[in-house]
């Protein structure tokens, strides 16, 4: 993604954010630190959360520490910036709640798991409403798991909602990205909130990534 940034759109600024242990462990270092010296709108970060007695700040590395909310909230000025983050799940877990709970859009944060992981997004607030007061006519039909649910506007993605009701889907990143909870749509129509990065096979659908627009029935 970087280079195929570096390349294309040299002009857009990034900042890359790379935490690791010590100077043992940056993977490409020399060449994200020759891009770094060509491109001046690309920013390499590293952070070592627990350096070597000879690795030196400001030398070897530019932060002490993991790369946390508290560091970008420091150090990014406030921009519309796309975060794109991966790593192992606990570090994302608290960095996606984290970028939430600092204001920035859910439309704005992507995410990838090392192998199969899943991160629970905070509770939209908007979505507390009485039962009563936010039923649809649309229902929402789960051949395979023989349910049939009314919808519910405030549950979030059709994947929330899956598994509010017992409905087991497979999901990883729930952004949209990995194509794992990819579900065959028998009848009707959804909605994406954002295009999704993972382009669905015709007749399919994301469901971490949508909302019914008529009611539907999934194969799951
Ligand atoms: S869980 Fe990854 S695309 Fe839906």
Known sequence: MLNWCVAEQPGREVSLYYGVRNSSEPIKRSHLEALAATYPNFHLRLCFSDPLPGDQLG???HHQGRVDVALFRTELPLKPYHFYICGPTPMMESLVLGLEDWGVPESRIHYEAFGPASIKRSANPTAVEPVA????????TFAKSSKQIPWQPGMGSLLDFAEANGVKVES???AGSCGCCQTTIKTGEVAYGHAPDFDPEPGSCL????TPK???????
């Open 133 to 140: 007061a936010i039923q649809s006519d649309i229902v929402v």
């Open 59 to 61: 030398h070897d590395y």
């Open 172 to 174: 990883s990143c729930r």
């Open 207 to 210: 469901l971490c990534s949508c």
């Open 214 to 220: 008529t009611s539907v029935t999934l194969e799951a």
